[in-house]
């Protein structure tokens, strides 16, 4: 049973076009979670940590948001350089300290 | 300095070879993680170590060998590798092994002929 769930696995978009990536999470006690984008070949770069309910960071076009359930990825008029693939990851009370990755959404930007 | 730094950024191996991966990072962090990736799949965690010592290995075959010579440094030695281990390697680095953030280095790309 999968704990960390990404939705959808590839989303295509315009350029301007805003729209949200989901991450559901069924681990209990949530430690801490994890957004990364991710280039083709390339290590997964930071983005935000988010450690409680109700949370919210901000970075440029990009806004991540923490309920109890799920986090979403808010991504507000993106440009073509927003493509990549962005991951999600938890820690939680019996992970050890390890993070749990989801697998991911493909994102697409056209011009 | 935010940067985990990698190397060899490409080491192409036959089955029979020896070599070694190398990692380095100098924000003071004291955990640090070695991953395997593979084709459009999510970072697969296979050791992890705090403060120098061992404390995580994720049932990797014994063809992986990982090594802290310090705080900075982390190695992986290969051998007899499979052409299956052909992945990503992805180093890691953090404040500590618990629930802080994660950086990533840039990564080494290996193939196994």
């Known amino acids: 049973e999968d704990q960390v769930t990404q939705s959808p696995e590839a989303l295509r978009l315009q350029e301007g076009e805003s729209s949200s990536l989901n991450c559901s999470y069924t681990?209990?006690?949530?430690?801490?979670l994890f957004w990364y984008r991710q280039d083709p070949g390339k290590g997964p770069e930071f983005l935000f940590t988010?450690?409680?309910a109700g949370e919210e960071k901000e970075k440029e076009r990009l806004k991540a948001t923490l309920t109890k359930k799920e986090s979403f990825l808010h991504i507000t008029a993106p440009k073509p350089e927003d493509s990549a693939t962005y991951l999600c990851a938890v820690h939680y009370g019996g992970s050890q300290g390890n993070l749990i990755f989801g697998k991911g959404t493909k994102l697409s930007v056209k011009p | 300095d935010t940067e985990v730094t990698q190397t060899p950024k490409h080491l192409v191996m036959g089955m029979t070879n020896k070599k070694s991966l190398k990692c380095e990072q100098h924000m003071g962090h004291r955990a640090m993680y070695w991953y395997k990736q593979k084709a459009k799949k999510p970072p697969e965690l296979m050791f992890v170590?705090?403060?120098?010592?061992?404390?995580i290995n994720e049932s990797v075959p014994s063809r992986f060998s990982p090594e802290c010579p310090n705080s900075s440094l982390l190695n992986l030695h290969l051998h007899a590798l499979q052409p299956e281990d052909s992945a990503l390697y992805l180093c890691a680095s953090s404040q500590s092994s618990g629930e802080n953030e994660q950086f990533f280095g840039p990564g080494t790309r290996l193939t196994v002929l």
């Open positions: 170590y705090s403060y120098e010592k061992l404390s």
């Open positions: 681990v209990s006690g949530l430690r801490g």
């Open positions: 988010l450690y409680s």
